[in-house]
């Protein structure tokens, strides 16, 4: 047998065992959690509840660094929409909340890399109602759950304009490590972003589903709602600290 270790002046990164590609592609097919459903992006079934929960958002901040946004008519949201459910990369999902049987918010699997094994979570856009809720974590837990423990995924992304602190904030919550700042990444609405990426590897994702799990969990949370033990403490030693560099 031929041996394949490379000599120590050439190092390389080690073989990846088990490894079959390329992995499945996320499907358009629901997510159900304890507290919420992530359902196939639809115009016609989510788009009034979508216009009405983001329309709580007076100054249209959670548009600022959104690549498409803000809408003065329904109609124009509406046309975003209906692309939008036409993708597959992005692949939207909208975010119900099941106690309220409301849709409050999106999020789409993208970036879809089967080959290599690597996905990005983007195009989060959380109404007011969603922004610091729990259904709004454990959505984002079920499509990282989808990634790794369905399609077996090797690499979770989250990706961010540099300047968007509460991404970058959120990231880290999730357990996400910061990985750096990309300069002159993209232009978004006619500017310049450089961009924050975080990442997830299958050897993180253990641990980090455990954090989710015990988070998540009914007992974390007393009578009136208010959380036992903070997610971003359960994940504090699972990441690498964000340096701030913009």
Not at 204 to 215: V, Y
């Amino acid at each position: 047998m031929t041996d394949t270790t490379p000599p120590p002046d050439r190092p390389l990164g080690p073989p990846v065992a088990g490894w079959t590609a390329p992995r499945p592609r996320p499907a358009r097919e629901a997510m159900e959690g304890r507290l919420c459903r992530l359902e196939p992006l639809s115009a016609e079934a989510h788009g009034e509840d979508l216009w009405q929960a983001n329309s709580a958002d007076a100054d249209g901040r959670m548009w600022d660094y959104m690549p498409n946004g803000p809408y003065g008519e329904f109609s124009e949201y509406a046309e975003w929409l209906a692309g939008a459910e036409k993708s597959d990369d992005p692949l939207f999902f909208a975010i119900r909340d099941l106690a309220s049987d409301r849709v409050l918010g999106v999020a789409s699997l993208m970036r879809i890399d089967p080959v290599n094994g690597v996905i990005e979570v983007g195009n989060i856009a959380y109404s007011p109602a969603l922004q610091g809720a729990p259904v709004a974590t454990e959505a984002m837990y079920l499509m990282m759950a989808q990634a790794f423990d369905r399609l077996g995924y090797r690499r979770y992304e989250w990706k961010c304009n540099a300047f968007n602190a509460p991404s970058r904030r959120a990231a880290q919550r999730l357990g996400f490590s910061y990985e750096g700042v990309f300069r002159n990444h993209m232009v978004v609405k006619g500017r310049n972003r450089n961009t924050a990426w975080f990442g997830i590897t299958d050897a993180d994702w253990p641990a980090i589903k455990q954090a989710f799990e015990t988070w998540l969990a009914a007992d974390n949370f007393d009578a009136d709602g208010k959380q036992r033990q903070r997610l971003s403490a359960l994940t504090k030693n699972l990441r690498r600290e964000d340096t701030g560099e913009v």
